[in-house]
């Protein structure tokens, strides 16, 4: 049975703070995903991996970087939080041919 | 490009009703179709594939190309189906496109 774990179900940050958020899957899956979660607005991809220190841009890169250093940990960092960042974070991961498996989010509260 | 339009934001109905969540998809190609679910305070997993042909929980969804959708169909709704649905596409790349989500309240 697939497993992504996240590192935290909720954050509460201040204004300017440098956040991580960790994702962690146990499939060997090649690509790692992490989208914001808005009411109204569904899933917006931010970034993806698909490999060992690949990256790309989603929807909505701004203000966000990613960091993928091991094939199982797939890192989201705001590098200065701010109110509009505000959101439910959840990290899938997926062969390339596959469905994607969703961690449980992380809910951040930017204050 | 790919989109995905889920055109209510809302579907309200008694237990025993059906329901339809409707899906509309933009793409030249020949998509792949999936309509995930997440329950409250629940994960966001896979609920059907159209290429599995399956019926899960009691929910089908046909891939009608001629009209671009794939709309998510039970013929009885249970109080236990209420949850966000979003319906995905993925064309050519591994990467799909979500629509914006339909909240299913199924009341007693």
């Known amino acids: 049975d697939v497993k992504v774990t996240q590192s935290s179900r909720y954050l509460v940050k201040r204004t300017g703070e440098k956040v991580f958020l960790e994702c962690v899957q146990d499939m060997d899956h090649e690509n790692m995903f992490w989208y914001r979660q808005d009411p109204g607005l569904g899933l917006r991809l931010i970034y993806f991996s698909y490999d060992v220190k690949m990256k790309e841009k989603g929807d909505i890169p701004e203000g966000y970087s990613v960091s993928r250093e091991k094939k199982e940990r797939f890192s989201l960092i705001l590098e200065s939080a701010s109110t509009n960042q505000t959101s439910m974070y959840l990290c899938?991961?997926?062969?390339?041919?596959?469905?994607?498996?969703f961690g449980p989010g992380t809910r951040l509260l930017v204050l | 490009a790919q989109r995905v339009t889920q055109p209510e934001k809302l579907l309200s109905v008694f237990k025993g009703a059906p329901v339809e969540l409707k899906c509309n998809y933009s793409y030249s190609g020949s998509p792949e179709l999936f309509w995930y679910v997440q329950y409250s305070r629940q994960r966001l997993q896979l609920l059907l594939r159209?290429?599995s042909r399956e019926s899960i929980k009691g929910f089908t969804a046909d891939l009608n190309k001629g009209e671009t959708s794939f709309h998510l169909k039970k013929p009885f709704a249970q109080e236990e189906d209420s949850a966000m649905y979003y319906c995905?596409?993925?064309?050519?790349?591994?990467?799909?496109?979500f629509g914006r989500g339909t909240s299913l309240i199924v009341h007693p």
């Open positions: 899938a991961s997926s062969t390339p041919s596959e469905t994607q498996y």
């Open positions: 159209h290429i």
């Open positions: 995905a596409l993925r064309g050519g790349s591994y990467i799909p496109t």
